[in-house]
């Protein structure tokens, strides 16, 4: 089959793989129908994640239709259709019946301390090989697979594989609650779920900081109050909004490859704390090779992070769901303990947080394809991965279609 995979920090390939099989009685073989390209993945590639194993089949997030199970698998059948959890669980350990699914204690082959164990991750994660292909192999499918709902297509379903469980858990962290002023901070496809997710639990208004234009003009038709970080200082206009006290919560949607300010008023800070962030940059992505324009890491790792503790009111409240690889270790860590902050974070517990989203898709209250930016065959996903890795305006989600 065709699947897409990693080679290296700047090399991935549409190779011709290996079916995958049933393992273990608990797995499950699914047919995928989409795929999809998410801004983690551009992470492995630009070297500022840990490690991976070469040969790894790159995607975590997949839409597809069961073909055999395991011998262990009972309430699935083959012909069902499933949209996948990003991360993989058990359903069975006490963090699974907890509901934190992410911190699956026997899903991570690398152990219980391990962490998060993904599709088409970092050898810490797994490595377990990744959906961004024709068919694959799903630990503990009974857990790992959700079914999807009469009416919902795959087109709504794949953006609840983790793009929209994610943001949702993230405005979750944040702790939104009725009548709360949220911050989000990127406008990437998982910033326009956060905007959707913090409104729908309960957030009185949504500001929204990114500087690419096709990006905020979406956020801005969700009538969030938009901010160009490149034609704003986003500190001193989020405390122009909320007179002077800052925003309640924070919802931190960028991670590790914050870029800092080009131009601008804002830009002139971000010069003084060039140095601080090459350090950081050399920190988590030493081996980074970047080809040209193509797989640069973000010039500015903690830049997201300073902004949140800047803009969120004392006592306020940070979630964050941008990813940041065990290598990031600078964090204004003082400057939230003097204003009280409470910070949560981590990854979606993707099991317990999709069935719920499923449904308000099923029942028309949200549309996901809304944000579909581009649908590709998957003889195209190296070059939707080159423009996507770009930053190029109009790039915001791109589904593979792999039927
Ligand atoms: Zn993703
Ligand atoms: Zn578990």
Known sequence: MKAVVWHGIGD??????????????????IDITRSAICGTDLHF??????????????????????TEVGSAVRGLTPGDRVVVSSAVSCGTCRYCRMGQTAQCDVANPNGPQAGTCFFGGPESTG??????????????????????????????????????????????????????????????????FAIESAKRQGAGRVIVVDRVQTRLAQALEQHAEVVNFDEEDPVEVVMSLTGGVGVDRVIDCVGVDSQRPQRGPAAEQAEEQAEQFAQEVQQVAPDADPQGDLWVPGNAPSQAAQWAVQCVAKNGQIGI???????????????????????????????????????????GVVDPTRFISQEVGTSSAIEAYERFDQREEGWLKTVLDVA
């Not at 991935?12 to 273990?24: C, K, M, W």
Request: glycine share 10%; charged share 15%.
């Open 45 to 66: 590639i630009r070297g500022t994640m840990a490690p991976m194993a070469e040969g790894t089949i790159l995607g975590h997030e997949a839409v597809g239709v069961v």
């Open 127 to 192: 490595p377990v090989n990744g959906l961004q292909a024709e068919k694959a192999r799903i630990p503990w499918a009974v857990n790992t697979l959700i079914p999807i709902p009469d009416g919902v297509s795959d087109e709504q379903a794949i953006l609840c594989s983790d793009i929209f469980p994610t943001a949702w858990f993230g405005a979750e962290l944040a702790g939104v609650t009725r009548g709360d002023t949220v911050l989000v901070l990127g406008a990437g496809v998982v910033g326009q």
């Open 12 to 29: 991935i390939r549409l190779d011709d793989v290996a079916d995958p099989q049933i393992q273990e009685p608990t797995d499950a073989v």
């Open 321 to 363: 769901i941008g990813v940041y690889g065990p290598t990031m270790t600078s964090y204004p860590i003082g400057a939230a303990m003097n204003k009280n902050l409470t910070i949560r974070m981590g990854n979606c517990d993707h099991r317990t947080t999709i069935p719920p989203l499923l449904d308000l898709v099923a029942t």
